[in-house]
């Protein structure tokens, strides 16, 4: 029973564009949402997180919004560089410090 | 500067035999987790603590042994009855404490990536 789904297994971005990534739950307990960058053979390294009682966080070139109705976050990345090639995280909390993962989508920036 | 380490990088072992993933942290952090990732999934939750002593099950237990004598380290065992134990072994921590900037961010070490033939 998968609760984080992340639907696209690959993207690919030309370098300067817009990369999306979008991420679906079902658990309504969950009330906090990261998303981790992770390079092979490396453990992955948090990008941004955002509460549930917020819709939009913004860090940089990096932004999430969450639509709690439609249960979906999505992390924007603008504009994309070649060193965001990785694979991307969605992680959702609720109520304890445990993190369910979804399966990850790799991007690849076109250069 | 602090961090986790995971060693070693690579692990080799036959088939039958036990072996011990040794996770260190000396970020001071309460909680400690591992997680295995294997191709085309997500990350899983083997075993988690939140307290020194204490330790719980997490979604794929089954196969595996923990120990958390001392808060900087939390080595996970691969025993002989995990049925698929080849796989990139993650271990994290997190900050626990009131002051934490954010209670559910967890920090990743490296990762040992675990051979079994």
């Known amino acids: 029973d998968q609760q984080v789904k992340q639907n696209s297994p690959s993207l690919s971005v030309q370098e300067g564009r817009i990369s999306i990534l979008n991420c679906d739950y079902t658990?309504?307990?969950?009330?906090?949402f990261l998303w981790y960058k992770k390079y092979p053979a490396e453990g992955p390294t948090f990008l941004i997180s955002i509460s549930s009682i917020k819709d939009k966080n913004e860090d940089g070139r990096f932004t999430v919004f969450l639509n709690k109705s439609a249960k979906h976050l999505s992390l924007h990345i603008v504009p994309s560089q070649p060193g965001d090639s990785a694979v991307y995280f969605c992680a959702a909390a609720g109520g304890n410090e445990k993190l369910t993962f979804g399966t990850g989508t790799r991007l690849t920036i076109i250069p | 500067d602090g961090g986790i380490t995971q060693s070693p990088k690579y692990l080799f072992r036959k088939e039958g035999q036990n072996v011990t993933l040794s996770c260190e942290q000396n970020l001071n952090h309460d909680a400690m987790y591992w997680y295995r990732q294997d191709p085309g999934q997500g990350l899983r939750l083997i075993y988690y603590s939140q307290i020194v002593n204490d330790f719980q099950k997490g979604d794929i237990a089954e196969g595996y042994s923990v120990s958390r004598e001392k808060k900087e380290s939390f080595p996970l065992t691969v025993t002989s009855a995990q049925k698929n134990p080849t796989a990139f072994y993650l271990c994290?921590?997190?900050?626990?404490?009131?002051?934490?900037?954010?209670?559910?961010?967890?920090?990743f070490g490296p990762g040992t990536r675990l051979t079994v033939t």
């Open positions: 994290a921590s997190s900050d626990r404490s009131p002051a934490g900037l954010d209670p559910y961010e967890q920090y």
């Open positions: 658990n309504s307990m969950f009330d906090y």
